[in-house]
């Protein structure tokens, strides 16, 4: 505040350089898989790269939805990510709601459980996972896949919705059942539109985990007509030669989903982001 | 009436993560391949715990491992404060920069893996175009036996560090602005408050975070398995990833729950040190 005006914006150069790398060290690699996607085949494998495409071209979105699975994939990703998230608010909202509202025994063993599977990663369970699946018939099936992923994203729902129901005072529902209201109503009436905000949250990260996750997928769908987005994707890579300029579009379509959220539910993702590992 | 409201919760995590991790203990005492899986396994009892210890390639792989967590988390952890330091000075310019800062945080790994192919491609990659505009020589970053983990590195601190930033911001946030108050009215230099007061006060969140990402880093394979697959010459084959392979590339499902079961004890302790920190967080 002593200094003058100049001298603050020469203090503040290195910030904002620092700034600019991050942000080119951010947006650069997905720039690159967006440029290339639009670029016609025979500038992708041109020497030396364009920085910019020459000549917009959409022949490698028109190749990728015409001459390979990738539709196929975008509609099982959908099946498999909406069921899990539905599943996954369900089991997560009543759950949540009896952690904030009632007192029981084992209450604290079970919400320590949920702590630990947070913590520690359904990977180390995905061998015998395998095993169980393919016992119980559930391999090649979207809907065990939805399943699966609820070992993903139970814990993670299940403490975000917690902090959000704790938020909401008790009050309101003491209202609502002196009025007669019956526990379960209360619940879809009174706590539940209140917890609108908290809901969509959970909603989009359930969504988001299933959309982007793989390694499950990859072990449990063994039939090609079953593979979600990402593994499609990853078939443009087992080919001999990689096509870049169809991958890169594959890719865009890929996150596309992703890039939704960001433009439309920034507030949430950001809640979201923190919900499941600040409070506990 | 509390348990039917738990009953979906406790039923599901029973079935898909408390009795596979239960089920493992068990595999893990059987010689269980892809080979005898439909007419029943021997078992083994320790033999595959006794073949892990003797196994170079797993303490490879730990080695390799470490390289991982502690190049990320450096790179993650120095990035990811001096942002939220920075956002937190300057809301008008965090309020425009976050929403790009946090994206490659919630792509998929498929994604950042062929993103991150493609930047270090030889030919058609940027990095190297930028190399041979400079006069450099190009780099065959993935294909290099000492440059391909921290080329992992380099694309894990990219679509990590936006966690670090975001825990981090939302710590500063709950450091009571009547402290930074005082201390100016007191006199104190911009670095005597970092120095006295946001440090102190964010160092709950700073043990909190930095032991999150550890067991995130170490138990992370999915970018590994995109980009490397463990190779050249094992150079990235972390203890992640060489569970992953020993199971599905090699088949030896027993084997492969030995190793995830020992990963599970080093993550056990992480885990008690999270709570422990964080009851500390709280008490203070």
Wanted: proline share 5%; glycine share 6%; charged share 10%.
């Amino acid at each position: 505040m002593r200094r003058t005006r100049g001298a603050r914006w020469l203090a503040l150069l290195p910030v904002y350089g620092f700034l600019l790398a991050y942000l080119l060290f951010t947006i650069v690699p997905v720039y690159w898989v967006f440029a290339t996607s639009f670029k016609p085949a025979q500038e992708v494998m041109s020497f030396p790269p364009t920085l910019l495409p020459h000549r917009l071209s959409l022949e490698n979105y028109v190749a990728v939805f015409t001459q390979t699975r990738l539709a196929r994939g975008v509609v099982n990703s959908l099946i498999v990510s909406s069921s899990a998230t539905l599943l996954a608010l369900f089991i997560a909202t009543l759950a949540a709601y009896a952690f904030t509202r009632f007192r029981f025994r084992g209450k604290g063993v079970l919400m320590g459980t949920v702590l630990g599977l947070y913590l520690i990663p359904p990977l180390i369970g995905i061998i015998p996972l395998f095993l169980l699946f393919s016992k119980l018939g559930l391999l090649n099936n979207l809907f065990g896949l939805a399943l699966a992923y609820q070992s993903l994203v139970l814990p993670l729902l299940t403490f975000m919705l917690k902090n959000y129901f704790e938020g909401i005072p008790v009050e309101v529902e003491e209202a609502a059942m002196i009025d007669g209201c019956s526990r379960v109503g209360v619940l879809r009436w009174v706590t539940l539109p209140l917890a609108l905000p908290g809901l969509a949250t959970a909603a989009i990260f359930a969504f988001i985990f299933s959309w982007n996750e793989f390694v499950m997928a990859l072990t449990l769908l063994l039939r090609e007509d079953l593979k979600t987005v990402q593994l499609v994707i990853m078939e443009f890579v087992k080919l001999h030669r990689i096509e870049w300029g169809q991958l890169t579009a594959a890719m865009v379509v890929g996150m596309a989903p992703v890039l939704l959220f960001i433009v439309f539910a920034q507030r949430y993702l950001i809640a979201g982001l923190l919900g499941g590992a600040t409070k506990s | 009436m509390p348990y039917a409201f738990v009953a979906p919760l406790a039923l599901a995590l029973l079935s898909v993560s408390v009795l596979p991790l239960l089920w493992d203990v068990w595999v893990s005492l059987q010689d269980l391949r892809t080979t005898n899986i439909l007419r029943g396994a021997p078992f083994v009892g320790l033999g595959n715990y006794v073949k892990l210890f003797h196994d170079p390639l797993f303490y490879h792989s730990l080695r390799v491992s470490l390289y991982f967590v502690v190049g990320s988390i450096l790179g993650q952890f120095m990035l990811g404060l001096l942002i939220a330091l920075i956002f937190h000075r300057m809301p008008a310019v965090a309020r425009w920069l976050r929403p790009v800062f946090i994206l490659p945080w919630i792509l998929s790994a498929i994604i950042v893996g062929y993103s991150w192919i493609w930047m270090y491609n030889y030919n058609f990659g940027l990095i190297n175009l930028a190399l041979r505009a400079v006069g450099l020589h190009p780099v065959r970053w993935l294909n290099d036996i000492s440059m391909a983990i921290w080329a992992l590195v380099i694309a894990n601190v990219w679509r990590g560090t936006p966690f670090t930033m975001l825990f981090l911001e939302a710590a500063l946030k709950n450091i009571p602005p009547e402290l930074y108050e005082a201390a100016y009215v007191d006199g104190a230099s911009g670095w005597q408050v970092f120095r006295h007061i946001t440090f102190p006060m964010l160092r709950p969140a700073v043990a909190i975070n930095l032991i999150l990402v550890t067991m995130w880093t170490f138990n992370l394979f999915d970018t590994i398995l995109v980009m490397t697959q463990g190779g050249p010459a094992n150079a990235t084959l972390t203890t992640a990833m060489y569970m992953y392979k020993i199971a599905f590339r090699y088949g030896l499902f027993g084997y492969g729950a030995a190793i995830a079961l020992v990963m599970l004890a080093i993550n056990g302790a992480m885990a008690l040190l999270y709570v422990r920190t964080v009851g500390k967080a709280a008490v203070s």
